[in-house]
């Protein structure tokens, strides 16, 4: 069975620091995973997505992930915060059996401070 | 502009009372699905749809009806509200039902049923 766990439920940083949004997946085989973004009020906006191809993915806004197999995770980066970076980030994994459908983590909210 | 749109985008209603949310993409995806957000649980399935007449349950689909007609439409029924459909609601849609293939989310739908 797919499931998707967000180790963390709130992250702090300052801005100009790095951020590091830590997910762990499981999967029974090769999945399409991918984190997606909701600012206040807001839908839901793709960051990236990996897809089987290079295991370092780049996203928008400065974002990227990288696919780690042996140790299931799936963990998001920036390498500079800014105060728009502020909002709930959802790492998610898609499960394909006879219907298609996305498993989402609760989520994680990020906190830039000034 | 390539949307999913939803109406209403808020919505207080009393319990029994039935209501529709709307969901429309303009992209000519075969795929569309529901989901509720709420606090703590990340989004759920609600129903999904593979095609045109095709639907199925997803996770969470007590207390809901969909249909699709049109390819570009999906909407979502409640037959009679209850207080614990109180939620936010999200349709989405992808190019097909397969696995990698990016979900596009609508605004959401903020509904509460007293």
């Known amino acids: 069975a797919q499931s998707v766990t967000q180790l963390d439920s709130h992250v702090s940083v300052s801005e100009g620091t790095p951020v590091l949004l830590r997910c762990n997946y499981s999967s029974s085989y090769s999945p399409s995973l991918f984190w997606y973004v909701q600012h206040p009020n807001k839908g839901l906006q793709l960051l990236l997505k990996?897809?089987?191809?290079?295991?370092l993915v780049k996203g928008i806004n400065g974002f990227e992930a990288e696919f780690k197999k042996s140790e299931t995770s799936f963990h998001l980066t920036k390498p500079s915060a800014h105060m728009s970076d502020a909002a709930e980030y959802f790492c998610?994994?898609?499960?394909?059996?006879?219907?298609?459908?996305?498993?989402f983590g609760s989520g994680t909210r990020l906190l830039v401070r000034p | 502009e390539a949307q999913v749109t939803q109406n209403p985008r808020y919505l207080i209603t009393v319990t029994g009372k039935k209501l529709t949310v709307t969901c429309s993409q303009n992209?000519?995806?075969?795929?569309m699905s529901w989901y509720r957000q709420d606090p703590g649980l990340g989004l759920r399935q609600i129903y999904y749809?593979?095609?045109?007449?095709?639907?199925d349950k997803g996770d969470v689909p007590e207390g809901y009806k969909v249909s699709r007609k049109e390819k570009r439409n999906f909407p979502l029924i409640l037959e009679s509200p209850s207080p614990n459909q109180t939620s936010l609601y999200f349709c989405?849609?992808?190019?097909?039902?397969?696995?990698?293939?990016?979900?596009?989310f609508g605004p959401g739908t903020r509904l509460l049923v007293l």
């Open positions: 998610v994994v898609s499960k394909v059996d006879s219907s298609y459908k996305l498993i």
């Open positions: 749809s593979m095609n045109v007449e095709v639907t």
């Open positions: 992209m000519n995806h075969e795929y």
């Open positions: 989405a849609s992808s190019l097909s039902g397969t696995s990698g293939s990016t979900q596009y």
């Open positions: 990996y897809t089987s191809a290079a295991t």
